[in-house]
């Protein structure tokens, strides 16, 4: 696999924290302009409008991190050590294994930055 988002380069493996740190960034921002412009009180099918268009974008982020996770297990399988030079071979499972377990990592942080904006009233 190669290419910028390649699990065996720096911004492959860092791309599941980007993922991350955006849908957290966008959804307390979104969240803060909601209620400051008085859009909480928009409803759509029995929940808040913004309800609906955060969960659209958990929906696209774990979209992407599961990409992510897959590519990564897939360049994983990949990196045998009789494809390679045993050193290479082991670099490019370090890398793929550590890209996994970011997205894994992601994953579970972008539920729990989502969970509180589903249960929680959106502005008090």
Do not use: K, N
Request: glycine share 8%; with cysteine.
């Amino acid at each position: 696999m190669t290419g910028p988002l390649s699990p065996y380069r720096l911004t492959g493996i860092a791309a599941p924290m980007v993922v991350w740190a955006l849908h957290f960034v966008a959804v307390y921002s979104l969240q803060g302009v909601a209620c400051a412009e008085g859009l909480d009180r928009i409803r759509f099918a029995g929940a808040e409008a913004l309800a609906w268009w955060l969960s659209g974008l958990t929906v696209v982020a774990l979209a992407a991190l599961a990409w992510l996770g897959l590519r990564a297990l897939r360049a994983w399988r990949d990196a045998r050590p009789g494809s390679d030079a045993p050193a290479q071979a082991a670099r490019r499972r370090f890398a793929a294994a550590t890209t996994g377990a970011l997205s894994a990592m992601a994953t579970v942080a972008v539920c729990f930055t989502t969970i509180p904006v589903l249960l929680l009233p959106g502005c008090a």
